[in-house]
C-alpha cells in the first residue's frame, strides 16, 4: 500500500522538476526516509543511556610513571595493532621483526585501505562476481579477529 | 495571514526557500536503502559523533588538562557535577559505539562493492574519517591521567613512534619531548579538541556531499 502510493510521489516529483524522467523507484527523504532514521536514533539513544546507566565510564588510580601496572590494554580498536606486534618475531632479510610488526598493521595496512577502489576495477557489485575481493575481505576480517584474540591472551 | 506563514514568508521573499526545500525534502532515497538497516549505520555514526560533541562540551568546562589538576578534575565531574558521572559515561559509550558503526558501516561498503566507480574517492575520504575516530580515541584515552591511560598512551606512542622514517617526527609532536609530561597532555587535548574537530567537520562535509551528488549505490 505505502509503495504504490511512493511510485506516484516519485512521479510527481519527475514532473515538477525537469522534463525528463525520474528513473529512480524510492521514497521521499521526508517523512519516509527521515521516519527511519528517528526510529534509529531512538535506538541508539535509548542504548547509549542503558549502557552509560548499567555500566558507567570508570577511573582507575591517578597516573603514576614509577610504577608499570599490568595488564596494560589499549582501546579495544587498537588490540589487533598489540596482538600482531607480539606474534610477528621473525626477522626478514636484513628487517627486524619489530619493524614489520610495527609498520604492517599501521601503514601498509591503512595504505592498502584506502587504495581498495583502485586496487579492485573489478566493476560488478555482485557478490558471486567478486570471488577474490569478498575472499580477501573474509581473510581480513578473521586476521583482525585473531590478533584481537591473541592480544587478549598473551598480554 | 497568521503569525508562522508571515515568518516563512519573511525568510521566503530573502532566501528562497520554496525552491530550496522541496528537492531536499523530496530527494529519493532508493527504496532498498529505506528498507534495509544495514543503511543505517552511517547515520549511527554522525548521530553518535552529534551526542560525542554536545557531551564532550560538557566535559571541557570543568576538566583541566594538566598533570596536577587532570585526575582530580575527572574526579569532580564524576562526584560534584550534577549528572557528571552519566555525561561523562554517555561520551564514553558513544565514543565506543561510534567506532562500531564506523567499523561495520565500512565492512557494508566493502562487501556491497559500493566504493565502486563514481565513489572511488568517498571511499577515501571515509578511510580518513576512520582514522580521525580512531585518532580521537587514541588522544581521549590519555586525558583522564589515571594509570591505564598514561600506559597505554606510552605503549601507543612507542609504538608510533617505531614506524620507520616518519616515527621519530610523529613521537616528538605527539609527545612534545622524549616522556610523556605536562607537554603531552596539552597537545593531545588540543588535538582531541581543535584539530580533530575540525578535521572530521570538514570531512564529514565532503562526504556527505559527495553521497548527495552521486547518490546511495542501491544495489543489494
Known amino acids: ?155 | 495571514m497568521n503569525l508562522p506563514d508571515m515568518i516563512y514568508k519573511w525568510f521566503d521573499d530573502r532566501f528562497k526557500i520554496s525552491e530550496l526545500l522541496p528537492p531536499i525534502v523530496k530527494h529519493p532515497a532508493p527504496e532498498k536503502v529505506t528498507s534495509n538497516p544495514l543503511y543505517c549505520l552511517g547515520g549511527t555514526a554522525f548521530l553518535c559523533f552529534l551526542i560525542l560533541a554536545g557531551s564532550g562540551i560538557f566535559l571541557a568546562f570543568y576538566y583541566k588538562p594538566t598533570p596536577e589538576e587532570a585526575y582530580k578534575s575527572v574526579e569532580h565531574i564524576m562526584t560534584a557535577v550534577p549528572m557528571g558521572s552519566l555525561i561523562r559515561s554517555i561520551h564514553h559509550w558513544t565514543a565506543n559505539l561510534m567506532i562500531a558503526a564506523v567499523s561495520l558501516h565500512m565492512i557494508r561498503v566493502y562487501f556491497m562493492g559500493a566504493y565502486k566507480n563514481p565513489r572511488e574517492l568517498n571511499w577515501v575520504v571515509g578511510v580518513l574519517l576512520f582514522l580521525v575516530a580512531t585518532t580521537f580515541g587514541f588522544s581521549g584515552y590519555l586525558l583522564p591521567w589515571d594509570q591505564l591511560a598514561f600506559w597505554a598512551t606510552k605503549i601507543g606512542t612507542g609504538i608510533a613512534g617505531s614506524i620507520p622514517v616518519m616515527g621519530p617526527y610523529i613521537s616528538l609532536i605527539l609527545l612534545g619531548g622524549t616522556d610523556i609530561t605536562a607537554d603531552t597532555m596539552t597537545r593531545f587535548y588540543a588535538i582531541h579538541v581543535l584539530i580533530l574537530p575540525a578535521a572530521i567537520i570538514v570531512l564529514l562535509g565532503v562526504h556527505f556531499m559527495m553521497v548527495r551528488i552521486q547518490g546511495i549505490s542501491g544495489r543489494l
Open chain 1, 1 to 155: 500500500m505505502a509503495l504504490i502510493e511512493v511510485e506516484k510521489e516519485g512521479k510527481d516529483m519527475a514532473g515538477t522538476q525537469e522534463k525528463q524522467p525520474v528513473r529512480v523507484r524510492g521514497f521521499p527523504f521526508y517523512p519516509h526516509f527521515l521516519l527511519r532514521e528517528v526510529v534509529v536514533m531512538c535506538i541508539v539513544i535509548g542504548s547509549i543511556l542503558m549502557l552509560s546507566s548499567l555500566f558507567p565510564a570508570g577511573l582507575l588510580k591517578p597516573a603514576d610513571p614509577f610504577d608499570t601496572p599490568s595488564p596494560i590494554f589499549p582501546e579495544w580498536y587498537y588490540l589487533y595493532v598489540f596482538g600482531f606486534l607480539k606474534f610477528w618475531t621473525f626477522d626478514v632479510g636484513p628487517i627486524p621483526a619489530k619493524i614489520i610488526g610495527v609498520t604492517l598493521p599501521m601503514v601498509v595496512w591503512y595504505g592498502l585501505l584506502i587504495m581498495v577502489p583502485f586496487i579492485d576495477r573489478n566493476p560488478s557489485t555482485e557478490l558471486k562476481d567478486r570471488k577474490f575481493a569478498v575472499g580477501m575481505g573474509i581473510v581480513v576480517l578473521l586476521g583482525i579477529l585473531y590478533f584481537t584474540y591473541y592480544s587478549i591472551v598473551n598480554h
